[in-house]
């Protein structure tokens, strides 16, 4: 680990244990490439003591994806009460996950979207809250964003299901509620692509992480979540926040 990533992951895992966000980062320890910010990542889920239960992965077809790993400690089952004293941002992001059923250790043949459908045990209607440790986030620089975990707090994971022979990602409908009224609805806002070739590059990705995650590779029964359908819908203290994928299922939780 390079000088620079320490000082830098030891001022973001200040951020995470004090709650104080960062105004800024001196010059030159910011992260000047993807790499060194999954190298910040890395060594601050190490100074977090964290173990990977998920991992989440998102982009755009023609860009080059990006990938956080999420907490076993992070992963929360439907009805979760979260205290709002821990958050700041209160965010809610309606996505679409899946469970593997089998490790995906490094190998010398890049993964494929057709190995990643063999691979996934279920699908999960997933709630992702957000979070950011930086002051002025979203209107960041997006590689200090990618170094903040993407803005990850917590996964609330929803209705599991066997993944349909037909996931017609363009023409499925979401919702996200507060408090009963909807706050976003749509059909095929999805813009990630195809789901399964985004978990194909994490699959290959991952072997490269650092740190505790050294060579672990994806492991059954992690869960990648792949992608926000409504951008961010912002809740607040006290908000209950459920959001629904018609035919698929549903996830729920309030902020106190």
Known sequence: MSDKTARTAARLHAAFQNGAPIADIPEGDAPATQQEAFAIQDAVFALLGHTPGAWKVGGSPGTEPTAAPIAASKLYSSGQVLAPEAHRNFGVEAELAFRLDRDLPARDVPYTAEDLRAAVASLIVTMEIVESRLRDWPKVD????????????????????????????????????????????????????????LMAWLANHVPERTGSETGRGLKAGDVITTGSWNGVSFAGRGVAARIEFPGLGEAEMRFG
Do not use: C, H, Y
């Open 142 to 197: 997006p590689l200090w964003a990618l170094m903040d975990f993407q803005a990850n707090d917590s996964l609330v994971l929803g209705t599991e299901m066997p993944v349909p022979d037909a996931l017609d990602i363009p023409n499925q409908p979401v919702r996200v509620l507060f408090d009963g009224k909807v706050a976003f609805e749509d059909t095929g806002s999805f813009k990630g692509g195809d789901p399964f070739t």
